[in-house]
Nanobody, 124 residues
Framework: QVQLVESGGGSVQDGGSLRLSCTNSGSTKSTCVGWFRQAPGKEREGVARINTNNGFTYYLDSVKGRFTVSRDNTKNTVYLQMNGLQPEDTAMYYC??????????????????WGQGTQVTVSS
């Protein structure tokens, strides 16, 4: 069983930074962890994902060079470091995870466990 708890959201000004954390408190290791966001009136989009076995990462084009996803397997935690935040990054951010071998998609159906979400607000 994978149980995800997120933390680290908040309000910052344009150009600021935040670090989100996603901790798996369940008994099953999550191989693939993704970060998603959803702004009011917009569809959910995948922002970044990481294969916790080999460290391979993938990013949404609009966050490349600004966001970094990393993991600390000793803490069962995945981080999303967000630098150079822009007002268009404002959204509810969710982490999601699944066990297994692959970590090659942002499709929502692929992820079996979701966190409760944490709000990120960037003001201009």
């Amino acid at each position: 069983q994978v149980q995800l708890v997120e933390s680290g959201g908040g309000s910052v000004q344009d150009g600021g930074s935040l670090r989100l954390s996603c901790t798996n408190s369940g008994s099953t290791k999550s191989t693939c962890v993704g970060w998603f966001r959803q702004a009011p009136g917009k569809e959910r989009e995948g922002v970044a994902r990481i294969n916790t076995n080999n460290g391979f990462t993938y990013y949404l084009d609009s966050v490349k060079g600004r966001f970094t996803v990393s993991r600390d397997n000793t803490k069962n935690t995945v981080y999303l470091q967000m630098n150079g935040l822009q007002p268009e990054d404002t959204a509810m951010y969710y982490c999601a995870a699944r066990s297994g071998t692959f970590c090659t998609t942002f499709a929502g159906y692929y992820f079996t466990s979701w966190g409760q979400g944490t709000q990120v607000t960037v003001s201009s």
